[in-house]
Nanobody
Framework: QVQLVESGGGLVQTGGSLRLSCAASGRTDSIYTMGWFRQAPGKEREFVAAIGRSGGSTSYADSVKGRFTISRDNAKNTAYLQMNSLRPEDTAVYYC????????????????????WGQGTQVTVSS
């Protein structure tokens, strides 16, 4: 089993920045892709970004491209989401997810492909 704990959320003004962290524990050797999803009130959970085990493969939702950067430090079993130029529409609960399936050159963007989930961290962007 793998446990994921997110941190770094909070309240920020439009145009500000936040960095989310996702610390993994347990059978971390079984983790391949790590991803971030978010869910705003009244909306479905949506994909934000994902990164492969080596960091060589990444994927971003169109809405965050150029503003968010995903990274990971395998030695620390931690993934990060650097969020810049935040907008009110980025307000949501952000969830970290981990996938235990090895994939050669792509990372999944669909939530059903992820095996482990964190509890989420709230990000609120004020206008």
């Amino acid at each position: 089993q793998v446990q994921l704990v997110e941190s770094g959320g909070g309240l920020v003004q439009t145009g500000g920045s936040l960095r989310l962290s996702c610390a993994a524990s347990g059978r971390t050797d079984s983790i391949y892709t790590m991803g971030w999803f978010r869910q705003a009130p009244g909306k479905e959970r949506e994909f934000v970004a994902a990164i492969g085990r080596s960091g060589g493969s990444t994927s971003y939702a169109d809405s965050v491209k150029g503003r968010f950067t995903i990274s990971r430090d395998n030695a620390k079993n931690t993934a990060y989401l650097q969020m810049n130029s935040l907008r009110p529409e980025d307000t949501a609960v952000y969830y970290c997810a981990a996938d235990r399936t090895s994939r050669v050159s792509w990372v999944p963007t669909q939530s059903f492909r992820y095996d482990y989930w964190g509890q989420g961290t709230q990000v609120t962007v004020s206008s």
